[in-house]
């Protein structure tokens, strides 16, 4: 069966350290994206790609970065981490505007 | 303005009876709604999609879209203490693939 997969699932980092977080999927779905949730904020969209080399800045990009070399796959980096990164990250996968598909997250914290 | 917008909550109803959830969005060109139902430390899972205007029914529940007045809203009847989750509804911007969310509408359903 098609699943997109996280990992790791839960990661403690300290400030300023740099941190990846891997989202592998086996849909084929050319757009992917991440997504960090917090409480009282809902999901809030940091990065989504359209299909292999493209990337794009969404509503909370700063101090993350992503790259697309495949159709599976889509790391999220923080460069940076900072203790207000602290969240659940999602990743996510779709076909045109059909089902949004969610990997299982991701928790960070940052020290 | 936020560009989803729900009900935190908690919205508190008795089993078995109707739990009415409710959604505006921003942008008149959004083409297609989904809600979601995530439960506490997982994932969120499609519920339900709606692309025209007018009532759509999937067992017990029903999503309605008034795209005049840009609402979205689920009905879930014959509420089962189950279905006690955050529900979230996402909505598709005009001329993009982005899912945007609102924050989540909390239902508990009372045993």
């Known amino acids: 069966d098609a699943e997109i997969t996280q990992s790791p699932r839960h990661k403690i980092t300290e400030t300023g350290r740099q941190v990846t977080l891997a989202c592998h999927q086996t849909?084929?779905?050319?757009?992917m994206f991440w997504y960090r949730q917090d409480l009282g904020h809902g999901l809030r969209l940091i990065h989504y790609?359209?299909?292999?080399?493209?990337?794009n800045k969404g509503e909370v990009s700063d101090g993350y970065s992503v790259s697309r070399s495949n159709t599976e796959d889509l790391p999220l980096t923080l460069e940076s981490a900072a203790s207000s990164q602290t969240s659940v990250y999602f990743c996510?996968?779709?076909?045109?505007?059909?089902?949004?598909?969610f990997g299982e997250g991701s928790r960070l914290t940052v020290l | 303005q936020k560009e989803v917008e729900q009900n935190s909550g908690p919205l508190s109803v008795p089993e078995g009876a109707i739990a009415s959830l409710n959604c505006t969005y921003s942008?008149?060109?959004?083409?297609?709604f989904f809600w979601y139902r995530q439960y506490s430390g997982k994932s969120p899972e499609l519920i339900m999609f709606?692309?025209?205007?007018g009532d759509k029914e999937d067992g017990r529940f029903t999503a309605q879209l008034n795209k005049a007045s840009q609402y979205v809203s689920l009905l879930i009847r014959d509420s089962q203490p189950s279905d006690s989750a955050t529900y979230l509804c996402?909505?598709?911007?005009?001329?993009?693939?982005?899912?945007?969310f609102g924050t989540g509408t909390r239902l508990k359903v009372l045993a």
């Open positions: 996510a996968s779709s076909e045109n505007t059909g089902e949004l598909f």
């Open positions: 849909w084929n779905h050319n757009n």
């Open positions: 790609s359209y299909g292999v080399q493209d990337t």
């Open positions: 942008d008149r060109g959004s083409q297609s």
């Open positions: 709606i692309y025209s205007n």
């Open positions: 996402a909505v598709t911007t005009s001329g993009t693939y982005k899912y945007i």
